[in-house]
C-alpha cells in the first residue's frame, strides 16, 4: 500500500475514501484512532492518511489533486447569492443545486 493523501480530520478522509470508491479504487484509512489524542500529539501526527494498492496510486492521486483544485475555487449560488466552496454542490445557505 502507497499513502495517497493526509486529510486533515475524519470526516474529509471518509469523504475521499468514498470519491475513491466511487471510482473502484479499494482505499485503506490510518489514524483515525488518533483524533482521541487532540490536544496530546503534535499536529502534524493527528490526520488522517489514505492508502492505496500502488496499481491505484497514479489515479488516486490525480483525482484527490482534482479534488484539491476544486475546493479552492469558490461559487455564487445563482438563487440566493451566497458565495460557497468549489467542493459544494449544493449551495449551504439554500440547498439549490450549484448547476441552478
Not at 39 to 58: F, R, S, Y
Amino acid at each position: 500500500m502507497e499513502k495517497v493523501y493526509q486529510a486533515s480530520n475524519t470526516l474529509e478522509a471518509h469523504s475521499l475514501k468514498g470519491l475513491l470508491a466511487s471510482h473502484n479504487i479499494p482505499c485503506l484509512l490510518k489514524g483515525e484512532a488518533l483524533s482521541a489524542a487532540v490536544g496530546e500529539l503534535p499536529t502534524d501526527v493527528q490526520g488522517v492518511t489514505l492508502w492505496v494498492a500502488p496499481e491505484h496510486t497514479h489515479q488516486a492521486r490525480v483525482l484527490l489533486q482534482e479534488y484539491e483544485a476544486q475546493s479552492q475555487t469558490r461559487w455564487v449560488c445563482g438563487h440566493c447569492g451566497e458565495d460557497n466552496a468549489g467542493s459544494f454542490e449544493l449551495c449551504w445557505q439554500c440547498q439549490h443545486n450549484r448547476d441552478d
